[in-house]
Each structure stands twice: as structure tokens, then as C-alpha cells.
């Protein structure tokens, strides 16, 4: 564990990645391969959860640190994050030599689903009490912490692949998929011995960068594809060893969320690996993402939800053809093999393509770009022909041209203080706009788009300009406006203000207006009403 | 009719109306007591001042030469109008007094700024028995307890050595005053000159004119090899990180001793190194025993986490209420300062110490040029 914690510690002080990289390699070289294992699990999101209640935890560790409860919850907005807030309200321990290493305190943590709460309580504290205070903040995040260290994937797979020497190609496609700790091996998953069967692994994402300067510059328009940008949820669909799986970008197994598209076990041939958008679809169009935002997050898809909200799959690309790895075909090769594919399926609408835009010119798709809103659409995804079907964010054959942001100008009225990086400093924003009884209506809350500098500004104005507090919520002398930039616009029976955006953003801070000149809900209200 | 306070909050400073005193004031006045030489308890324009006699060179490098100013020792006894002052050590910074003051028999301190370990340069922290305390709260949350002096030094010890080891430079951020010659009473030293950027050279110089036993120090300039930074000690405030003149130390390690390090958010944002966890104020533990200790029956509690530690001591048993001033900046930026172009400061030194040599000899009437190098002050933005 103490050597976790210190490789912890150190990835978290650092944010130069060459550092980062070096840092993991050097833990992937000596740490244990039991340790090892345990640490990708946490790096690649795959924490298991321990099933213990963060306020319980919030209440011992008050309890331990012998403070009321008021007193912990304003420490822990001080510090914003809860297990570090943890292990520095707890006694120090005079005597922490704990050797367990990592993988011994999860087997600890794996003990704690089958406890009463009495005994979870006694379990925790014990381990506190064996911690030094590095140690104790890296155990919270263990037993419940988000693990943002600024550690990508990728990096872990760069560090993985340099301590290894195998190609981070390959690396990252055996990190994905469905693995559990508990039943795997670091031999067997990264060295690959025994575990290539694994028949749901999905390939890693291609990934785009947004188009610098213009298309033009891109070259000949021949050489590129063009599509519409979809806004929906990305996602690969397997078809292997007669099973479906179908595995959403951030890395999550959703086949159960989506039954319209389980007759693609029917009907595709086995080997079959196709990456493409699911949407909500309707008379042969996409909806809103807000349509499918309805029902992400449920458990139970109701018939109701099943057909106010169904899905469709737009698939624009094919990694694996019967059984075949084909990413190293080109663009225009896997196009052809995926339509060919398409042609023989029944359910066209369900299972669709999306489809290429038929442009000659630069200028033509510049002209039908400004449609993008109409077709649902974010904007278009400009394809080389020739390239291959890549790993990650890569710069070069694949561009994404997103359409420019609806944006209003509003007045900041409530901030909260960050957390991390962030924290003690006000720097999420709740923004309002005029109402027409001339009140401020809140309508959107946005965290980025300031310099730190500008954070550091506003963040200054804040702190003398409380008006109100409510737990860590404060209330600001309306004064400073900001732009604020969207990508949707909808209408919200939860909001006071009766909309929703999608992706607000701060895109700058008009200091040249006051607060009297910040936009109104009447604009927001024009501007969903052109884009419903 | 209830009788008025013996001190009161007036928004201006802490006041004592039968007096006519002002503590810590941050408008001009006529009569201000200065409880240390941090600029946001000194400004600049009073009349005349009163502090503790190691305050003196700070203050009159700072606010002027030719301020008109009265020294005391602590325990010293002094009467305006009936009422009695003196002063008492609040181990905050060299010079630093928590203010007694008594009238019919009633006692008020003013503590300022103050911590409760010997930091083996300023006079350590005396409990002075009171019936109401004014504190600060700057860490006055319960997440804030200090390691040991000494066990921050020696971690400072081996990142230099560390550092030297590799060739880097170890440029160590700090307060210029206070932290720096902290720092200097209590690392070992190494036997190459220690560098340091104008404020600090400039403080440790006056305090060194002064009397004070603190180390020599080498001034950063323009000209100065860089290849003489290879593996040395380099003192700089905290300002320095974002600005040009950090580059000429490259290679380095950068360091920052502050109580803000504590927290990984506020050592992340610094984007430093290592950081050190290093406070001249009371950390949780010490302010809850300094409060007990002077068995004050009120508490009013200042700049800091006020409204929470006025809670705490509240539902403790001890009546307090929250009081804002002007001191710190809420409750950030512990030790902000504004060095203006480092680069330029550097340059301007030769100049600015003809000067300064100058004024001490001939004690000259001229007004001090201490806006130019190593003068720190609140963060106006």
C-alpha cells in the first residue's frame, strides 16, 4: 500500500504527462503483479464498490475526529474532496506500519458487503487507525472515492505498453472490455496468456479532434468523407460467439439498455464488430438527446419510455468482420464492407447507417452545414478516405466540425466552491437571465471556459460579495456577466426557467456589460423556439 | 445606559474610544498601535505608530523612514487616558505583540497574527489572561493541524539535498517575512551562498543592519552566472512562480512553504513541486488551547474561518461573535504579495541600495524608497 500510496501522491502532484507516464511505468516494473492488477482496475475505472453509504462514512469519521457534524460538512467544502477531508480531521496515528499491500486491502474492503452496518463501521475504523494520513485519503478512494488524478487511459496504456514492450495498440485493447480483478490475472489480461477469448472485449474508440481553421485546408475534397456529427450516445455493437454486446464510449457494458437492437443477435454474422451512434429515432429522423437523456438512466426501460424514446443505431464504421480485425482497412474499404453488410439486414431503420453527404465542393458542405441543427445533428465528422481505423484521440484522418455554440449573455448568482485542483476556490457558477417580472431566473450552471487567472478574478469578487449563504452555496451581488455557450435547447418541467440547455459553457466574461444588459428568458425562450 | 466596549470594531480598526488608539488600523489615524509589520496590520499614513521595538526596521523600511514612531519591549507599560498597554510576544513574525489593554479593571488582547510554536527567531507566544480575546482564525478549521517544526525543516533538508544531488536549483517560495527567516534559523546551511530575490535580500539585510543574527544572503541580479545556481538554495517570494524570473534558475526544482499546502487542491493549483506545510498562524489544535489559555469569558474572532470558530467556541461554552476586518483576505492568499516585475526589482537594487545606505547614514528626511523592491501588500485586484 505504501508504495501505491506514494505512486498516488506523486501522479497527483505532477500534471507534465511525459512525468506521469514515467511514473506509472516505474510502479508497472516493480510493483507486485497482484498490486499491479488491482491498480489498472482503479486507473481504467473499474473500482468495485463496496456498498458502504458515504454518509455513514461522513458520520464515524465525525464521530472519530470528535466534531459535530456541521463542522465536518464545512471542512469538507473547504477541501472538496471527502476522503482527503477524512484523513485530515482523523487523529493522527502514532504508530501506522501497516505493511498490507493493495491487493490485501481490497480482499479487507471485499469483506464489507456482507456486514451490518455495526460491523462496516468497526471494519473502516480499523483500517484508519492502521494508516498514516497519505495512506488513510488513498484507502478512502478505494472504498469510495472517484479516482480522478488526471491519470487518461491512455497513459496507463503509453506506461503499460513502455513497461511491457508491447504495441499501446494492443495494450488498449486488452485493458477494455469486461474484466474483473477478482478473476484475472495480470499475465493472463495484459501478457495475454489464456485470456483472448474473451469474446466481449470491445476495440478502442477512434476519437476525433475538432477542425482547426477551415475545411479548405484539409485538401482535396475528394479524399474525405463527410457525415452528419450525431448526438447521441457512441457506441460499438459485438456480435461473437453468438453473443450482443453493445458497449457505450465510456467503456460501459449497456446491451440491457437497449432491447430494441437485440434482434441484431438474430441477424448479424458471428465476428461482427460495428461502431456507430445510438439515437432516438423517429419518422426516420433523430430526436433531441434530451428524448434519450429520458431514459439513460434508468433501470426499468417502461413500455411508456420504450415508445416515447426509441432508439435506433447509426452505424458508421465496421472493426471486425467475420471474425477478422479489418481496422487496417481504409476508410473507403470498411464503408463498402459495412453497406454490404447493412444491404443484407432486415430492420433498416432500426439498424441504419449513417449516412455520407454527397459534396463536390468545400463550399457545398460549408452551405450545408448551417443545416446542422435541423438534421439533430452537432455538426459533421470529415473522414480520410484512406485511413485506417485508429486508437484514441488521434490528429489527422478523422475531424470533427461542430457547429458554433448558441450562446446568451447572463449574470452570475450563486457559486459553490470547486473541488480538487479547484478547491477553496469559488468556481462553480450558477448563471440567470431577466425574467419578465424583472427577476433573475436561473438557468444554466457551467464550471469551465475561465483562464485560471480569470478564476482567480472572479473567484476574488465572490468572496466580497456574499449575499447569502446556504450550506456551500453562496449568493453573489449580481454583477458580473458572462457569455454562456450551448449545444441544445430544450424545454424542462424541472427548471424554474422552464429550459434546459445541453453543454453550458462559459465562453467568455463580458466585462464590458453590466448586469441590466444581460439577455433575458424571452431571448432563450426565441431561441428554443427556433431550434424546437 | 450600557457603557461602550473598551474596544470596538468600528470598521476601520480596532478602537479604543477612551484612548483615542488605534490597533491595526487600515485607514490613517493619529494614534496607531501595530501588533506586527505584515502590511495588511501596518499601512501606510498614521500619524504616529507604536510597536514593539524589533518591529521598527520592517516598519520604517516599509511605511517610511521618517514615520513618526515609540518602541516598546513587551511587558512594557504604557498609559493613555487612563487606560494601560502593553505589549506581549505572539510568535508570528519578529516583532509581532498581541496588544493588552486594560481599563478598570477589565482586559482586552488584540492578538494580530500569532502561532504557538517557537520558530526560534521571533520571541515565542506568551498566554496573557484576559476577559475578552480578539483572535484570528485563518486556520480555523479542524482539517488544519501542523507537523512539527522540525519535521518540516528536515523534509526541506532533503529536498535540497536532493535536488543538489541532481544539479538542480531548489527554489524555495515563502513569505518574505517571517517565513524566510524561519526557514533560515532552522535548515541546516548549506556552506555555498544561499540566494535571494530582492524582498527577501532587502528584509534580511535591514534586519541583519538591525542587529539580527540571520545568515548572509546573495541578491539575484541580472548578472549573476547561472551557472552558480546549479545545486544552490534560492529564496524567492511567492510571486516569482509566474513570472520570467524563475526561468534563469532552469534547471529546478520548485518548493512552497505554506499552511495552504495542507490541502492537495491549493498545492495543485500552485503547480509546485513539493510543498511545504509551513504556517506562521495558529493551526485547529493550538488556536482552541491559545483561546482556553487566556480564560477569556468572550471571544471576538477575526480575519479567517470566523463564522465557523465563533460556531465552534459557541456551542463550547465559550460566548463568541464574528468580526470582519480587513486583515488577511478572507480566507485565502495567507501570504499574497505583490513583488512588482521581479526582473525589474533585480535590476533596480544596485540603485535602490546606494540609497538605503545612504538614508542610514544621514538619517536623511527623505522619504523612503520602499516602493520599488520589497514591499509587500494586500492583493488589490
Sequence with gaps: ????????????????????????????????????????????????????????????????????????????????????????????????????????????????????????????????????????????KLLMGSFRIGVSQTLVVRALAEATEIDSNVIAHRVMGQWDPADTTFEKLILDKGENDNASRPYPFFLAYAIEGTVADLGQPEDWFAEWKWDGIRSQIIYRNNELFIWTRGEELSTEKFPELHFLADVLPNGTVLDGEIVTYQDDRPMPFNVLQTRIGRKNLSKKVLEEAPVAFLAYDILEANGVDVRSHSQQQRRAELEALHAQMPAQRIFNLSPLIDFKEWEELANLHSLSREQNAEGFMIKRKASTYQVGRKKGDWWKWKIDPLSVDAVLIYAQKGSGRRAELFTDYTFAVWGEDGKLVPFAKAYSGLTDQEIGQVDYFIKRNVLEKFGPVRTVKPELVFEIGFEGINES???????????????????????????????LKGILEMYK | MPSQPLLQFTGKSIYCSVADAHIDPWIPVDKAIITHAHSDHARWGSKHYLAHKDSEPILRLRLGQDISLQTVEYGEKFVINGVTFSLYPAGHIIGSAQIRVEHKGEVWVASGDYKLEDDHFAVPYEPVKCNVFITESTFGLPIYKWQPQHEVMSEIDTWFAQNKAEGKASVLMGYSLGKMQRILKNIQLPDEPIYAHGAIYTLNDRLRQAGFDLPELTLVTKETDRKLFRGALVLAPPSVDSSTWIKKFNPYSLGYCSGWMALRGAKNRRAVDQGFV??????????????????????????????IFSRWLNENGIEAGEVHTMYGNEDENEE????????VASESYEQHKAKLDDEIENTSKEKSPTGDLGVEGGREL
Design chain 1, 1 to 140: 500500500m505504501k508504495q501505491f500510496a506514494e505512486l498516488f501522491m506523486n501522479l497527483d502532484r505532477t500534471n507534465k504527462t511525459n512525468a506521469k507516464v514515467e511514473l506509472l511505468k516505474q510502479y508497472f516494473l516493480t510493483a507486485s503483479d497482484e498490486d499491479k492488477i488491482w491498480a489498472l482496475t482503479l486507473f481504467t475505472g473499474r473500482r468495485p464498490s463496496f456498498k458502504v453509504n458515504r454518509t455513514m462514512v461522513k458520520e464515524w469519521a465525525a464521530q472519530e475526529a470528535n466534531i459535530p457534524m456541521w463542522l465536518f460538512q464545512e471542512s469538507y467544502h473547504s477541501v472538496g474532496d471527502l476522503g482527503e477531508t477524512i484523513s485530515l480531521l482523523l487523529p493522527k496515528n502514532q504508530t501506522f506500519d501497516s505493511d498490507k499491500t493493495l491487493t490485501d486491502w481490497f480482499h479487507y474492503l471485499g469483506m464489507l458487503p456482507g456486514m451490518t452496518d455495526e460491523e462496516k463501521r468497526d471494519h473502516i475504523i480499523q483500517a484508519w487507525m492502521q494508516l498514516s494520513q497519505h495512506e488513510t485519503f488513498v484507502f478512502n
Design chain 1, 493 to 523: 418541467t424541472r427548471h424554474k426557467s422552464g429550459i434546459a440547455v445541453r453543454f453550458p459553457r462559459i465562453l467568455r466574461w463580458r466585462k464590458d456589460k453590466k448586469a441590466e444588459e444581460a439577455d433575458t428568458l424571452e431571448n
Design chain 2, 336 to 343: 499574497e504579495e505583490v513583488v512588482q516585475d521581479a526582473a
Design chain 2, 278 to 307: 509551513l504556517s506562521d498562524h495558529v493551526d485547529w489544535p493550538d488556536l482552541n488551547r491559545a483561546v482556553k489559555e487566556t480564560g477569556a469569558e468572550k471571544v471576538f474572532v477575526t480575519h479567517g474561518y470566523t463564522s
